[in-house]
């Protein structure tokens, strides 16, 4: 077994501030995704990473930046937080075989910009 | 338009009725994945499904890859399955989910 952890649980910004998100695990699996969950809906990819300093840009990488320093962590950063933006980030994990993806996912991150 | 349809959008049930949950995929897909997501947001892997029917308890899920759909039945529901159960399909590193059922069961 294993798990994943996130920091912080909750983020307050302010408009137009550059934030950063953390996720760490320890199942030591190559793949290390971030998502976005706004209200009501379901998640989207915002960056993924197949290997230790590798990036893949998801649908909704505009207005992030990640970075994979090692292969039990993974950052997202919020370039410019948009005021009233809220949503939960949900950081994940997975096996490095294609044939089997089966993702476990972090607590989450809830981020309300003031 | 959205590869991942998931029906119904919400479901209103008394404590012991049984509950069916669908998914249809519009592309063809590898494999697929259904989760539980509590109120607070925390997300529970339920099955990583790539064919047939697997269950867990009270839980049944049923893959058929080649219909694109999948379903998740509860059984004799609980207060506690209340929540939002999401499907999601696999394309190569990546998961396209479902917009989501959210469960209610009242006593």
């Known amino acids: 077994g294993g798990i994943i952890t996130q920091t912080p649980k909750f983020l307050i910004g302010q408009e137009g501030q550059k934030l950063t998100l953390k996720c760490q695990q320890n199942?030591?699996?190559?793949?290390m995704y971030w998502y976005r969950q706004d209200s009501g809906k379901g998640l989207r990819l915002i960056y993924y990473?197949?290997?230790?300093?590798?990036?893949q840009k998801g649908d909704l990488s505009e207005g992030y930046d990640a970075s994979r320093e090692k292969k039990s962590s993974f950052s997202l950063t919020v370039t410019s937080a948009q005021k009233n933006e809220m949503a939960v980030f949900l950081c994940?994990?997975?096996?490095?075989?294609?044939?089997?993806?089966?993702?476990?996912f972090g607590p989450g991150t809830r981020l309300t910009v003031l | 338009g959205q590869q991942v349809q998931q029906s119904p959008a919400s479901l209103v049930l008394q404590e012991g009725e049984n509950a069916e949950l669908q998914c249809n995929f519009s592309t063809s897909l590898n494999s697929m994945q259904w989760f539980y997501q509590r109120p607070e947001g925390s997300l529970v892997s339920l099955f990583y499904?790539?064919?047939?029917?697997k269950q867990s308890g009270r839980l049944t899920s049923t893959t058929v890859i080649k219909e694109r759909r999948s379903s998740l039945h509860i059984s004799s529901s609980q207060i506690t399955d209340s929540g939002t159960y999401l499907c999601?399909?696999?394309?190569?590193?990546?998961?396209?989910w479902g917009s989501g059922t959210k469960l209610i069961i009242k006593p």
């Open positions: 199942f030591n699996h190559d793949t």
């Open positions: 990473s197949i290997t230790e300093n590798d990036l």
């Open positions: 999601a399909m696999e394309r190569i590193y990546q998961l396209i």
């Open positions: 994940a994990s997975s096996r490095d075989r294609v044939n089997y993806a089966e993702q476990f």
């Open positions: 499904n790539p064919s047939g029917t």
